[in-house]
């Protein structure tokens, strides 16, 4: 069945850091690859997402390219700020056997000023 | 998009009790998914509600325990049955968004049994 495997946290970084949280999935189909976050306090919420292989999802400077030949959807951002503090949840979707949505375990990320 | 709220927001119930959560959707839907968010925990589904069909449960969890009812394409119902302390967790609502995959989700309902 289709999975999902991201770092685990937390993730401590200095403001104005670079951010990479990794995310590997599997899929017998062809599933569309999400990142979703939930700030403290707040509901879960997209970030961004990619529906085929060699897009590239962006939103908040935050980026993550689908890559198929690695099974890989890493979210990146060049510079965080104290507002980023949230956790990351690395998703994939796809109607396999009827349309699901498979989610990581989270990434919490803590940012300093 | 879609705007989902859910009620109630939190509440503290006591073992062996059972709590219907209710799940509003502002747009007509098709599926309604129903997750548990245990503490520091990722999400896991539940059931996927259909309107005018009975709910498909995942591997793990059984209608006696999780009944759902969807009477239209706006609105669903989750009730947590016999409750016991292992079912406090935050339950969401959430809807998928039409042709693109993404999902919606609801604020969440914090349930803690004592």
């Known amino acids: 069945g289709n999975s999902v495997t991201q770092m685990e946290g937390p993730v401590t970084l200095s403001e104005e850091a670079f951010l990479t949280i990794n995310c590997t999935y599997t899929a017998t189909g062809y599933p569309s690859l999400f990142w979703y976050v939930q700030y403290p306090g707040e509901g879960l919420q997209l970030l961004l997402k990619?529906?085929?292989?060699?897009d590239k999802g962006s939103n908040k400077g935050f980026e993550a390219t689908y890559r198929k030949e690695t099974t890989s959807f890493h979210l990146e951002k060049g510079s965080v700020q104290v507002s980023d503090s949230a956790v990351y949840f690395c998703?994939?979707?796809?109607?396999?056997?009827?349309?699901?949505?498979?989610f990581g375990a989270g990434t919490r990320l803590f940012v300093k000023a | 998009s879609a705007v989902i709220s859910q009620k109630p927001s939190r509440d503290i119930c006591q073992r062996g009790t059972s709590l219907t959560i209710q799940c509003q959707v502002d747009s007509q839907v098709t599926m309604m998914f129903w997750y548990r968010q245990q503490p520091g925990q990722s999400l896991t589904l539940i059931a996927t509600?259909?309107?005018?069909?009975?709910?498909?449960?995942e591997s793990g969890f059984v209608i006696d325990k999780f009944p759902i009812s969807r009477p239209n394409l706006t609105f669903s119902t989750l009730t947590v049955s016999n409750m016991s302390p292992e079912d406090s967790s935050i339950y969401l609502c959430?809807?998928?968004?039409?042709?693109?995959?993404?999902?919606?989700f609801g604020p969440g309902t914090r349930l803690t049994v004592l």
């Open positions: 990619a529906t085929k292989a060699d």
């Open positions: 509600a259909n309107q005018g069909s009975e709910a498909t449960y």
């Open positions: 959430s809807v998928e968004g039409t042709g693109s995959n993404e999902q919606f």
């Open positions: 998703a994939l979707s796809d109607w396999t056997g009827g349309f699901k949505t498979i």
